[in-house]
């Protein structure tokens, strides 16, 4: 800077001068107090550095470091630095530490600080930097460390980066470079540490010359677009102790010397096309962490890994290994992680592990060994999980496990265990997921569960016995699978208190007595199956308060009309052989009810029913037709009846609304009603109002809920939720108004060709393809609205029907989001006689009994996606929001592949196709849209693909939270960055 500094006040300088007795002020001290007062006042004074003061020594100032009297380290991370760095920070003339990390500082590599001819440490990370490094960085020839990382940097890095031969440390990762890295860092001789992690390099192999950094010990090129085999020379790079080039393209083997390693005590080669044996790890017996996960490894796990005894990381899952576990490695010392699921091992698991080191993960599923579990799993009591699914284990849960307060997850499905369960295991405070189905225990249920146990699943076994009374202590159950085992007595009332139950399937056992009317008020329950008991007496009026997605009562001893609610043909296969069950309408081909029950004798009775079905359908739509059309033509005659509850400032009145409610004005209709977009004023103004089917008069609770629901989500603003203005109500309607979005839904810009023929209202655009950028900030926007909705309000509230048709569109491609649970509550009520009501969301929805089965061997697989992201959640209980985030994770795959949720056949949605796809090992880009043909983005892509598969794991526990899901989505979208 040109501009001098002002002079003091003599007054301050005299005081100054007073208050420092005897040492003479050296002129060095008094030239760099006055060059960092300056910088202070360029950077804008941060608060955290007002201490910077004319009356100590800037020796003694925070931040700032002297040696032999003279500043030489100025460290200003995290101050909330906004301006560029002045220029004048190299007039501190024996600056070698600068450290401007975690600030918002704008604009290009600061070349300025070439003058800072001293500089030996520079950190630069988490700024706002932009551009790319420019060619003549060598210039900073001192330098022992660059830390660029987390930085929006792009282009090539500059081959000349190859000349700051004195650097140890290099670290680009996380920011935006899309060009190529230079082989010229293989010059670096010095190099210890080298992270370019997170970038998106062009595909590129990995340079030989890397194999001269003889002195590197961490390298880090996790997902940086690498291709090729690994050379084998990097088995001569002797100091490498952190080898990780996981989520990359490599292939073919692991250079059979890498394990050899004196030093590698971690290597991690997750997710790449490697493919060959595990080398024999001589030298390397003390590795720490081995993570290759997900390759092609195939022949069997080597010998040496029993005589490792520094190993505390241990990851082989997904690969094709086969043979036993190797001899003594259940009495290495500090091993943690076991993981070795979904490959092709055998023989029998290693007796002692657990018992000579600190197990946390235990994870064997999808293999075949045989014989039993070891005894000691949790002998340290740090156990937190057994996953030994699908395995041909038999034998005793070990008593020990009964006894193990760590655990979260015990999943042993799928095997031959037989003997009763460790009491103490039902009641473990911690455990969230007890998956025990397919297997021969047999015992009574306990009274008493753990109570964070939200899912237990032990079908298909020799459970008997009463379902006791106290089980509403069980009250953090969400799922309950029990069918196919010998229960017997009634089911208990108090299983009203199981509020948070979405799954009830007790079929095929023995259970007797009335359906307790306390079902009908399980407020999330979505699937009940209770059929192949001995039920008798009649359905309670009340289960029709639910929104169920399937239910089956069929062959019980139940009698009496079915509620109406139910006489639809969504249920067409509930209610099957009870002999006693009747209906109003012929359509589930249930006895009329006002008649005898008949003797179905007939041959023909199926097709005269059919024949009836038809004509009632036909006459019931054509009256609905002429009744719907006659009222619409009325327009608002009964404007007295119409009443208007405001939200906001309105420039209408309820008249101007429900006059324009006409053929012309509608723009789409769907399952829960039809919408329709109205000029509001003559400067073009328009609103969507969605006028709600509901012909049945809503009892006088469900309006309280109504009207409060209304209100509270009337009152939320947020740029992500679609403005409710106003909602209009009389006795039998109700009108929604909402600010109108000019690019009206996401699913008409994704599907929209596909669904031409059926949707109503201008097309045409609708060939216009979302390039990937737009798709992710509507990623990003939706994930906003969702997040706030459960993470912010309170009571936190779930939409319940995310899907992409309920994710509009501003006129900037700005997403919202709609309908918040409103169109639901209410057509729960008055629902027409049609699949689409009730199917019309079908794909969204959480996996139901079938699905779910095919989903659950993978869900553990699961782990290796997002690496640590994931095996974080999967241990933790929390479930209620997890329904919202299974449909966002659908709109992700939607968003990803262009395909519509409910696109395969009837028992195939999106989610389990993707699954499918990817539990098949096929490549990602294979599914992705066609139409988007954007190959910069892949890796983005790519990700979102993962973090979908996630948002639709089975496990609710192991879906993220929304606002995990936020964060991951932010922090891999190139735009916003950081912050
Ligand atoms: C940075 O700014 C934020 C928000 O204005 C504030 O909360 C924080 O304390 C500031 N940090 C420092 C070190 O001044
Ligand atoms: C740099 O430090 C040396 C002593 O280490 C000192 O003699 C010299 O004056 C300092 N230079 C400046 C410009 O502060
Ligand atoms: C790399 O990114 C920058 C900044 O986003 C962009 O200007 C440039 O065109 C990109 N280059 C390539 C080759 O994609």
Redesign the pocket.
């Given at each position: 800077m040109s501009k001098l500094p002002q002079p003091f006040p003599e007054v301050l300088l005299l005081l100054f001068l007073i208050s420092i007795p005897f040492n003479v002020i050296s002129e060095t001290i008094e030239t760099e107090r006055t060059v960092l007062l300056n910088l202070k006042q360029q950077l804008g004074n941060?608060?955290?550095i007002q201490l910077w003061n004319v009356s100590s020594s800037p020796c003694s100032w925070p931040g700032i470091k002297c040696t032999d009297g003279s500043v030489t380290s100025v460290s200003l991370q995290?101050?909330?630095i906004t301006s560029e760095i002045p220029p004048s920070i190299c007039k501190l003339k024996n600056l070698t530490f600068l450290d401007l990390s975690d600030n918002f500082i704008p604009g290009h590599f600061p070349t300025l600080l070439y003058n800072c001819s001293k500089l030996q440490h520079l950190n630069l990370s988490l700024n706002y930097f932009i551009g790319s490094v420019p060619g003549d960085i060598y210039q900073l020839s001192t330098l022992v460390y660059l830390d660029l990382s987390d930085n929006n940097f792009s282009g090539n890095i500059p081959p000349s980066i190859g000349g700051l031969r004195a650097l140890k440390e290099l670290r680009l990762q996380y920011n935006e470079f899309n060009g190529t890295f230079p082989k010229e860092i293989g010059n670096l001789s010095k190099l210890e540490l080298l992270w370019m992690a997170y970038n998106g390099f062009v595909q590129m192999n990995i340079p030989d010359m890397f194999t001269q950094l003889k002195k590197l010990k961490y390298l880090w090129m996790t997902a940086t677009n690498l291709i090729g085999k690994i050379p084998e020379g990097f088995a001569n790079l002797s100091s490498l102790e952190w080898f990780d080039m996981s989520k990359n393209n490599l292939e073919g083997p692991i250079p059979s010397r890498l394990l050899m390693l004196k030093n590698l005590t971690n290597l991690y080669l997750f997710n790449n096309e490697l493919s060959g044996k595990i080398p024999r790890p001589v030298e390397a017996l003390n590795l720490v962490e081995i993570d290759l996960c997900r390759n092609n490894l195939t022949g069997t796990i080597p010998g040496e890994f029993g005589m490792m005894q520094n190993l505390v990381f241990f990851n082989l899952m997904s690969n094709q290994l086969t043979g036993e576990i190797p001899a003594g490695m259940d009495q290495l010392p500090v091993l943690k992680v076991f993981r070795i699921f979904a490959n092709k091992l055998s023989g029998v698991l290693p007796p002692e592990l657990g018992l000579h080191s600190k197990l946390e993960y235990f994870e064997v599923c999808d293999n075949q060994f045989t014989g039993q579990l070891p005894e000691n799993l949790c002998a340290y009591r740090v156990l937190l999980g057994v996953v030994a699914f699908s395995n041909n284990l038999s034998g005793h849960i070990p008593a020990s496990l009964g006894n193990c307060s760590t655990l979260r997850t015990v999943q042993l499905y799928n095997n031959q265990f037989s003997g009763e369960i460790p009491p103490g295991l039902w009641t473990t405070f911690d455990l969230s997921v007890l998956l025990l189905s397919n297997n021969s225990f047999s015992g009574e249920l306990p009274s008493q569960l753990g109570r964070n146990l939200s899912m237990v699943k032990i079908s298909k076994n020799k459970f008997s016995g009463n379902i006791p009374v106290g089980i509403g202590s069980w009250s953090s159950l969400t799922v309950f699978e029990a069918n196919g085992n010998q229960l017997s007595g009634e089911l208990p009332s108090d299983i009203a208190s199981w509020k948070s139950l979405n799954t009830l399937d007790l079929s095929g056992n023995k259970l007797s007595g009335q359906i307790p009317a306390a079902i009908g008020s399980l407020p999330d329950l979505l699937n009940l199956d209770l059929s192949e008991n001995q039920f008798s007496g009649k359905i309670p009026d009340n289960l029709a308060n639910l929104r169920l997605t399937s239910l089956n009562l069929s062959s019980n001893k139940l009698y009496g009309q079915i509620p109406d609610e139910f006489d639809n043909l969504a249920y067409e296969n509930s209610f099957l052989n009870n002999s006693n069950l009747c209906a109003d309408t012929p359509i589930l081909n249930l006895p009329d009810c006002s008649s005898k029950p008949r003797k179905l004798t007939s041959k023909y009775l199926p097709l005269i029913l059919s024949l009836a079905v038809f004509i009632v359908i036909v006459t019931v739509s054509l009256i609905l037709f002429v009744m719907i059309d006659y009222r619409s033509k009325k327009r608002g005659g009964d404007l007295a009846t119409w009443k208007l509850t405001s939200f906001h400032r309105l420039d209408f009145t309820e008249e101007n609304i429900v006059s324009r409610l006409t053929e012309s004005n509608l723009i789409g209709s769907g399952g829960s009603g039809k919408v329709y977009k109205i000029a509001i004023n003559e400067s073009g103004g328009f609103v969507a109002v969605k006028r709600i089917w509901n012909n049945k008069k809503l009892d006088g609770k469900l309006k309280k809920e109504f009207i409060a629901e209304v209100e509270i989500l009337g009152s939320i603003r947020h740029a992500n939720i679609v403005k409710l203005l106003c909602c209009i109500s009389s006795e039998n309607s109700k009108l929604l108004v909402y600010e109108f979005m000019e690019n009206q839904s996401l699913d008409r810009w994704l599907h929209g060709k596909k669904k031409r023929s059926t949707t109503i209202g201008t097309n045409s655009i609708y060939h216009i393809v979302l390039d990937w950028p737009t798709r992710m900030r509507i990623a990003i926007g939706a994930a906003q609205g969702l997040c706030y909705m459960h993470h912010d309000c309170c009571p936190p509230i779930i939409h319940r029907d995310v899907k992409s048709s309920n994710i509009l569109l501003d006129s900037e491609f700005k997403a919202r989001i709609a309908d918040f649970g409103l169109a639901k509550m209410l057509t729960r009520q008055g629902e027409p006689h049609t699949m689409s009501a009730v199917a019309g969301t079908f794909g969204y929805f959480a996996p139901g009994k079938i699905n779910r089965e095919f989903y659950g061997s993978f869900v553990v697989k699961s782990i290796c996606l997002l690496d640590l992201y994931i095996a974080e959640y999967a241990y933790t209980t929390k479930v209620n929001e997890k329904f919202d985030v299974y449909s966002f994770g659908v709109v992700l795959l939607e968003l990803v592949t262009g395909r519509e949720a409910n696109c395969g056949d009837e028992h195939t949605n999106l989610a389990q196709w993707a699954w499918r796809h990817y539990t098949e090992g096929r490549p990602e880009v294979e599914i992705f849209d066609p139409e988007i043909n954007d190959p910069c983005h892949l890796e983005e892509m790519t990700l979102v693909y993962k973090l979908g598969l996630i948002c639709t794991s089975t496990l609710p526990s192991s879906r993220p939270s929304m606002k995990e899901v936020l964060l991951f989505l932010q922090r891999h979208s190139r735009h916003p960055k950081k912050k």
């Open positions: 941060p608060p955290a995290d101050m909330n």
